[in-house]
Structure formats: C-alpha cells, structure tokens
C-alpha cells in the first residue's frame, strides 16, 4: 500500500464545476504539499500546509492532521485548470523527503 | 516565486554515453536540492538529496557511481547520468528548498526528458 494515496486517478469535469481531489497519507507528517503538473511535465507548487485552510484564487486546500487526509477544491473550474494534480508529503523529523501520490488526471472540458 | 531552471529540457544520446544535467536556482540560494525521477504515469521518485559543498544523500536503489551529483554552489547542482541505458529514459526533475528549514518550500524546475537509443 503505498504511503500517499489520492482519489480520484482521473476526473473530467465540465467547465464551471467545482472540483474535489482527495489525498490520504498514513504517515507522520510535518507538511502536506499539493503541486500541479502540465502535460509538458514542468510542476508548480500550489500550495504548502501543515493544519487548516489555505486559499488562493479558485483553489483551495484543506488537511485534517487527525484524520491524515487532505483535499484540494477548485471553485468554478476552468479548461486551463486540466493538469495532474500531485499531493505530496514531508516527513516528519528533520529531513525534508517528500513522498509522492500518483496524482489525479482531471480534464475540464469547455 | 522562485525560480529553478533546467539545462536541457530534452536530451536524446546514444547508450553509453554520459549525460549531464544542470539545475539552477535563479533568484536564490538553495542549500539543499533535490533529484527526481518520473517513469510514465509514474509518482515522481527521490533518486538523490544534494547539500552544498558536501556528498550527496542518495535513496536505497539508487546508484551513486551512475547517477553522479555535484552541487558546488549555492545555486546550481548537477546529475551526469554516466554510461547511459535505455532504461535510464526517464524525466528527470530537480528542485530546490528555499532556506534551511524543511517547512521551506520547495520550488522545482521544469524537468529534462532523457532518452536513451
């Protein structure tokens, strides 16, 4: 079983709906990360967070460090927005090794 | 945000032949780097974590004779993936940590497509 898991592995959307991504870990954590790939393969980090809420423009990221699960929310989705979403998470303890999911292929469609 | 780049985007080599990629952060020092490698429809993997100026940490499978790493400054390291196969065929990603806490954030650079005949 592998440390991180995410749900869904692909998801396709029409445009305008709001988008839910799921990320369970079973790991101590110090920090979750949620980043973003293009089909051209370069990441962008969204965003980095050990407890509560994060928002910036239509995305938003939640964790629940009890419950060891995360979700990121795309409000009013976008076909720019297709791209594989990848959760990522930092260890506990004082190395910084990141464990990856498989990512979630979402596709929006105009 | 900051900036890490990568020098290839795209490399296509015969086997055999040794491979070097650079990874630069170009607005800010990074003490610590980080190597990655991503099969197709594959999580990205740590092969290796690179410190300035000392030996590179490399993660249980990973070859260090193969998969050569310098990091001889504050802003650039770099992998010379030596006697390539085509099983090396991979993209290959690097990124950087922006200060010396791991609650730093990580910025990775646009990744270098090797592939191997």
């Known amino acids: 079983k592998n440390e991180v898991e995410q749900s869904p592995q692909n998801l396709t959307a029409q445009e305008g709906e709001f988008i839910t991504i799921n990320c369970s870990y079973s790991?101590?954590?110090?920090?979750l990360h949620w980043l973003q790939q293009h089909p051209g393969g370069g990441i962008v980090s969204l965003f980095m967070?050990?407890?509560g809420k994060k928002k910036h423009g239509r995305l938003i990221a939640t964790i629940n460090i009890q419950e060891k699960h995360s979700s990121l929310h795309i409000t009013a989705s976008h076909p720019r927005d297709s791209a594989v979403y990848i959760c990522a998470v930092l260890s506990g303890g004082s190395n910084y090794k990141l464990t990856f999911g498989k990512g979630t292929l979402l596709t929006v469609n105009p | 945000g900051a900036v890490v780049s990568q020098h290839p985007s795209w490399v296509i080599c015969k086997s055999g032949t040794s491979v070097k990629i650079e990874c630069r952060s170009l607005d800010f020092q990074a003490t610590t780097m980080f190597w990655y490698r991503q099969f197709p429809k594959q999580s990205l993997m740590l092969m290796a974590t690179?410190?300035?100026?000392?030996?590179?940490?490399?993660e249980q499978g990973v070859e260090k004779d193969k998969f050569l790493i310098n990091h001889a400054s504050l802003t650039l390291s770099t992998l010379t993936v030596t006697s390539a196969h085509p099983e090396d065929s991979s993209f290959y990603i690097c990124?950087?940590?922006?200060?010396?806490?791991?609650?730093?954030?990580?910025?990775f650079g646009p990744g270098t497509r090797l592939t191997v005949l």
């Open positions: 690179s410190n300035e100026g000392s030996k590179a940490t490399y």
């Open positions: 967070l050990s407890s």
């Open positions: 790991v101590g954590i110090s920090a």
């Open positions: 990124s950087a940590n922006s200060g010396d806490s791991p609650y730093n954030e990580q910025f």
